[in-house]
Nanobody, 126 residues
Framework: QVQLVESGGGLVQAGGSLRLSCAAS????????MGWFRQAPGKDREIVAA????????YYTDSAKGRFTISRDTAKNTLYLQMNSLKPEDSAVYYC???????????????????WGQGTQVTVSS
């Protein structure tokens, strides 16, 4: 079992920044891929960024490239998402997720992930 607890969401004006954190506990993440997803009302859950925990390689969606940065602190077992230049369309509930035993593959669909956090709301006002 892996427990994931997100924090850091909130209300910010367009152009502002937020940093989300996801504290993980339970199983080792050495073979995991960790992802940040988001879900806006009436829309499907979509991936924003993902990271291979052991080597730190990353994946970003086009909308996140150049604005968001995914990173991890292996000593703290914590995943981060730094979000800059936020836009109103970034407003959503953001979820941290873990894909265990990923065998080096970063998968982008939500169904591939085994564990989820409770989500944190991000609201960007115009």
């Amino acid at each position: 079992q892996v427990q994931l607890v997100e924090s850091g969401g909130g209300l910010v004006q367009a152009g502002g920044s937020l940093r989300l954190s996801c504290a993980a506990s339970g199983r080792t993440l050495i073979s995991a891929v960790m992802g940040w997803f988001r879900q806006a009302p009436g829309k499907d859950r979509e991936i924003v960024a993902a990271l291979r925990w052991n080597i730190g390689s990353t994946y970003y969606t086009d909308s996140a490239k150049g604005r968001f940065t995914i990173s991890r602190d292996t000593a703290k077992n914590t995943l981060y998402l730094q979000m800059n230049s936020l836009k109103p369309e970034d407003s959503a509930v953001y979820y941290c997720a873990a894909q265990m035993d990923a065998f080096g593959l970063i998968r982008t669909i939500a169904q591939s992930y085994d564990y989820w956090g409770q989500g944190t709301q991000v609201t960007v006002s115009s």
